[in-house]
């Protein structure tokens, strides 16, 4: 398997636009996770799918961020509009949740940068 | 609630030197733990993991950790380090279908 593929690798915006990250999880994986990860703040979970239905977005910063699952193989993270403190590195990883077992397998990740 | 303690931001070793980072654990439930590397411009990639049997596990790269119930700890170690150990390591403990992550532990390997 080619593991986890975000896209892009690198985005670089202007304040106000709006961004759209990819991400395609490992086949037969049941659960999708977004990371941000800052200097300031370290790894933050934003939210999280099993199954393709949100479970939990209590890390979403705010009402610009938005995340979609529509089928089991893509995902996407919206910022609209963008604002340079949402410049960071965005993480996708997808697991297969059996039990107790919740092995996460992370993406290349995308570096966003919002002037 | 499960939540991971890494107590040191930064460890700094010479080259062939032994290293432990460390981590502490707090769960109300069972305990699954994990340690994550990442390197310069990577995702983060799974070192090794505690899911149950031996508490001494080993990983990648030569890393093992031991699973320490009494102190609720999940140190990681190696006897001699590399350059390539050069990285940032994340202990993590299982929650409700997720992870919680802790804040990370710079690696510095010295030549």
């Known amino acids: 398997d080619a593991g986890v593929i975000q896209s892009p690798r690198h985005e670089v915006t202007e304040m106000g636009q709006e961004v759209t990250l990819r991400c395609k999880p490992i086949?037969?994986?049941?659960?999708l996770f977004w990371y941000r990860q800052t200097m300031m703040r370290g790894l933050e979970l934003l939210i999280y799918f099993n199954n393709n239905v949100p479970i939990d977005d209590s890390g979403m910063p705010e009402d610009r961020f938005s995340a979609k699952m529509p089928n089991a193989s893509f995902s996407t993270l919206k910022i609209q509009p963008s604002e340079p403190r949402d410049s960071a590195v965005y993480f996708c990883a997808s697991s297969l949740i059996q039990g107790a077992s919740n092995i996460q397998y992370f993406g290349a990740g995308t570096r966003l940068s919002v002037l | 609630a499960q939540s991971v303690t890494q107590l040191d931001s930064q460890v700094p070793v010479f080259e062939e030197a032994p290293v432990e980072l460390r981590c502490n654990y707090s769960s109300s439930v069972s305990v699954y733990l994990f340690w994550y590397v990442q390197y310069p411009n990577q995702g983060l990639q799974l070192l090794l993991k505690y899911l149950s049997g031996s508490t001494l596990v080993k990983g990648i790269n030569g890393f093992e950790a031991e699973f320490n119930k009494s102190q609720t700890s999940f140190h990681l170690r190696k006897p001699s380090v590399h350059i390539s150990d050069t990285a940032e390591y994340f202990c993590?403990?299982?929650?409700?279908?997720?992870?919680?992550f802790g804040t990370g532990t710079r690696l510095t390997v010295i030549p």
């Open positions: 993590a403990v299982v929650g409700a279908n997720n992870l919680f």
């Open positions: 086949s037969g994986h049941n659960s």
